[in-house]
């Protein structure tokens, strides 16, 4: 069964630090292209960043571009998604999800990432 | 970049059909068949229904269906139950990350 289970989020102030993981399980994560989209109540749905299967290339939505940044260790069956200078509009639920087809075929439960003074 | 446009609710009956749209433009939704479906009941992650437009995943209703003409993306939903009430989201990914967007959601009411 595929699992992909965040952590890392939290309460940070403006300006601040996080950086999200997500583990993996449940299939070959090295074949896969992984994606971070985060979801508020305002906004909706929104991708965030994506990783191909070897991690040589990485994309991120404009907003983000300059401030976080998606990686992956294959060996470890995990993603990560630094975010750095965030800001009030960063806070959202933010869910790992896998890639194939130009979809998201598996997602996480999601974690909350709150960013407030 | 712009969110490809849904309706904000549709509602329907038990045993009803009902389409949800997506509407794009001809640099997206209208020149590739990138478009995805996806459903979300309340405190629960987003579940994949169709991709490639047409492609209903193993395991998924074959209630659920996909369909697309010129900038416009559609889901039916045959055959409605009260188990679909839940918000819908589309996706569509052209060729630059900037056209990476998600629709702005459809809430489904069975009446």
């Known amino acids: 069964e595929v699992q992909l289970v965040e952590s890392g989020g939290g309460l940070v102030q403006p300006g601040g630090s996080l950086r999200l993981s997500c583990a993996a399980s449940g299939f070959t994560y090295r074949d896969y292209f992984m994606n971070w989209v985060r979801q508020t109540p305002g906004k909706g749905l929104e991708w965030v960043a994506n990783i191909n299967p070897d991690g040589s290339r990485t994309y991120h939505v404009d907003s983000v571009k300059g401030r976080f940044s998606i990686s992956r260790d294959n060996a470890g069956n995990s993603l990560s998604l630094q975010m750095n200078s965030l800001r009030a509009d960063d806070t959202a639920v933010y869910y790992c999800a896998r890639g194939i087809s130009y979809s998201f075929d598996h997602w996480g439960r999601g974690i909350q990432v709150t960013v407030s003074s | ?111």
């Open chain 2, 1 to 111: 970049q712009s969110a490809l446009t849904q309706p904000a609710s549709v509602s329907g009956s038990p045993g009803q059909s009902i389409t949800i749209s997506c509407t794009g433009t001809s640099s997206d939704v209208g020149t590739y068949n990138r478009v995805s479906w996806y459903q979300q009941h309340p405190d629960g992650a987003p579940k994949l229904l169709i991709s490639e437009v047409t492609k209903r995943p193993s395991g998924v209703s074959n209630r659920f269906s996909g369909s697309k003409s010129g900038n416009t993306a559609s889901l039916t939903i045959s055959g409605l139950q009260a188990e679909d009430e839940a918000d819908y989201y589309c996706f569509s990914c052209a060729d630059t990350t900037s056209s990476w967007v998600f629709g702005g959601g459809t809430k489904v009411t069975v009446l």
